[in-house]
């Protein structure tokens, strides 16, 4: 439900621990999709050893976060994947995990269907092979689907279907929720923010202004829909869209990436935006301690958004889509729906934007045979 004002005022102030941790296990990934925030693709060496994630779970467990999610790269590539899973579970820390799919046989998904607290998220970013293999590569779609197939036989539960709004998914809204309709899933829509390779293909690939009024009034006719709060800068156009409806970096939400470093916000992995690391004193002390997040959660100035009068609903947007754009944390989001944030950019004529960090893509590209 949305948040009130009072609750919403909690939030921005940040809290003891984190409700929402996002922790990218490992950068490698056997695909190489355009739009990846972390420009995944070659293992970093440095990433935390086994005994090193697992301490880090205890940590998480002791702060008594109940769940994380997980990520990459593609996570199921570590080969201590399961072992960590269900050291996490042991200690009563839920897992939700992001995956592409391509490491979901049989096998596999019978062994994550006998394991509690645990929640599946298949990325795909197209209802059919032609549009979402555009964006993560040839054979991937085929992938996420055998994934998909595999789980429904091992009854694995409503496990979700996770999609990235691009100009060409958005139109395909009604096929997504046959899809999710088909397999007893849950559709989860997600932002396109225009970091690590996303940098790139924002230009591109983010949804027009008509586009995402459109998306706006589907998402408020299916509440049940998940956004993880991707959208909450469309809540200017009238009423509030489920969630907290605020930037929760340093707040309520941080990354942990695959060497221990903790960033206020998994769609802004840039020195910039980085609060320490885990391996020096833990991960509550970063968050606790960070000057980085104590000053993200000190109130902020509404800054060229002052005037308008949606400012209460949609809180000046995404920071990590403003920064990677070239605006000030003051500008309106770059897909302000008043057009404000296009006036914006087109009035600094941004040619040197912020480059993401660090970078791991691969430096082939990737194609996925048939099976």
Not at 21 to 47: F, I, M, Q, V
Not at 161 to 188: K, N, P, W
Request: net charge neutral; hydrophobic share 40%.
């Amino acid at each position: 439900m949305p948040a009130n004002s009072s609750l919403r005022t909690r939030f921005e102030r940040g809290l003891a621990a984190p409700i929402c941790l996002t922790w990218e296990l490992t950068y490698a990934c056997n695909l190489a999709c355009t739009h990846c925030l972390s420009s995944s693709g070659r293992r970093d060496p440095k990433e935390l050893s086994t005994d090193e994630a697992k301490a880090l779970i205890d940590e998480i467990a002791a702060m008594q976060i109940f769940y994380v999610n997980i990520g990459g790269g593609e996570p199921m590539i570590r080969r201590d994947f399961f072992e960590l899973v269900e050291h996490a579970v042991r200690r009563q820390v839920g897992v939700k995990f992001s995956t592409n799919g391509t490491r979901i046989d049989e096998r596999a998904a019978k062994r994550l269907a006998s394991i509690d607290y645990l929640d599946i998220q298949i990325s795909i970013d197209g209802a059919d092979a032609a549009t979402s293999d555009r964006i993560r590569g040839v054979g991937s779609y085929d992938a996420a689907r055998r994934a998909m197939d595999h789980l429904k036989a091992a009854n694995f539960g409503p496990f979700k279907i996770s999609v990235v709004m691009t100009r060409d998914s958005i139109e395909q809204l009604d096929q997504f929720e046959a899809l999710a309709r088909f397999y007893g899933a849950e559709l989860r829509l997600t932002r396109l923010r225009p970091s690590g390779r996303g940098v790139d293909v924002w230009e591109e690939l983010h949804p027009t202004l008509e586009q995402n009024r459109r998306l706006y009034r589907w998402l408020l006719e299916r509440p049940k829909v998940l956004t993880g709060d991707s959208f909450f800068h469309l809540s200017a156009l009238g009423e509030s869209l489920e969630g907290l409806n605020l930037c929760g970096a340093g707040r309520v939400v941080c990354l942990i990436d695959p060497v221990g470093e903790v960033y206020a916000c998994p769609f802004v992995i840039h020195d910039e935006f980085k609060a320490g690391n885990v391996r020096d004193a833990g991960f509550a002390a970063v968050w606790t301690n960070s000057e980085l997040f104590r000053s993200l959660r000190e109130p902020g100035s509404a800054g060229a958004c002052t005037s308008c009068g949606a400012y209460d609903a949609c809180r000046g947007g995404c920071m990590a889509a403003k920064f990677f754009t070239g605006l000030e944390m003051t500008d309106p989001d770059p897909e302000c729906v008043f057009g404000h944030g296009e006036t914006a950019l087109r009035a600094k004529r941004v040619n040197l934007r912020p480059t993401p960090s660090p970078d791991h893509s691969r430096r082939v590209p990737v194609t996925l045979s048939s099976r």
